[in-house]
T-cell receptor, first 113, second 114 residues
Framework: KAGVTQTPRYLIKTRGQQVTLSCSPI?????VSWYQQTPGQGLQFLFE???????NKGNFPGRFSGRQFSNSRSEMNVSTLELGDSALYLC????????????FGSGTRLTVV | AQSVTQLGSHVSVSEGALVLLRCNYS??????LFWYVQYPNQGLQLLLK??????LVKGINGFEAEFKKSETSFHLTKPSAHMSDAAEYFC????????????FGTGTRLTVIP
């Protein structure tokens, strides 16, 4: 069965712009989580959606937002981009967002210039 | 609060030698524990997980880990390193019910010397 698909794989944006990243989870998975990975801060949790509702949120500014659609696909939006937003953004899907485990996509590499 | 500590940001082993990557966690309730591997320019691949039951967990590619509650540890081992094991390894903990998320350690980069 298909894995977690993230699009696009690479993105270059200018400071001040906004960006939308997409994640299609494994079929049947209802939980989608987003993580930011940077060399300095490592892997940090952004937010988790389950059945179109945000259940959990990490410690990121309001510029970072997300949503989940009825087919469980999720989007993440970052507004007013800053240089520090340059990172690998990883999406993880899970049946229930708990012990069943999380399957990660290959990520979207965002570069802000 | 949950946290994960991975001792050693870089570990080098010879091909065929034992691999031992250390992970200690902090959690006020029984955790779920995971090891993930990341190859360059890739996402994270699940190696193994502990939820409940048997404390020795076997994963893919010959890796295994043992949950030791008394030591709050979940070290990853492999009896014989292969060149293809060179990658970054992340230990993670997930706690609680309902809305969950993973807390990751800072990662250990494994180098395998031929």
């Amino acid at each position: 069965k298909a894995g977690v698909t993230q699009t696009p794989r690479y993105l270059i944006k200018t400071r001040g712009q906004q960006v939308t990243l997409s994640c299609s989870p494994i079929s049947g998975h209802r939980s989608v989580s987003w993580y930011q990975q940077t060399p300095g801060q490592g892997l940090q949790f952004l937010f988790e959606y389950f059945s179109e509702t945000q259940r959990n949120k990490g410690n990121f500014p309001g510029r970072f937002s997300g949503r989940q659609f009825s087919n469980s696909r999720s989007e993440m939006n970052v507004s007013t981009l800053e240089l520090g937003d340059s990172a690998l953004y990883l999406c993880a899907s899970s049946l229930d967002g708990q012990g069943s485990g999380y399957t990660f996509g290959s990520g979207t590499r965002l570069t802000v210039v | 609060a949950q946290s994960v500590t991975q001792l050693g940001s870089h570990v080098s082993v010879s091909e065929g030698a034992l691999v031992l990557l250390r992970c200690n966690y902090s959690s006020s309730v029984p955790p779920y524990l995971f090891w993930y591997v990341q190859y360059p320019n890739q996402g994270l691949q699940l190696l193994l997980k502990y939820t409940t039951g048997a404390t020795l967990v076997k994963g893919i590619n010959g890796f295994e880990a043992e949950f030791k509650k008394s030591e709050t540890s979940f070290h990853l081992t492999k009896p014989s390193a292969h060149m293809s094991d060179a990658a970054e390894y992340f230990c993670a903990v997930s706690v609680g019910t309902g809305a969950n998320n993973l807390f990751f350690g800072t990662g250990t980069r494994l180098t395998v010397i031929p």
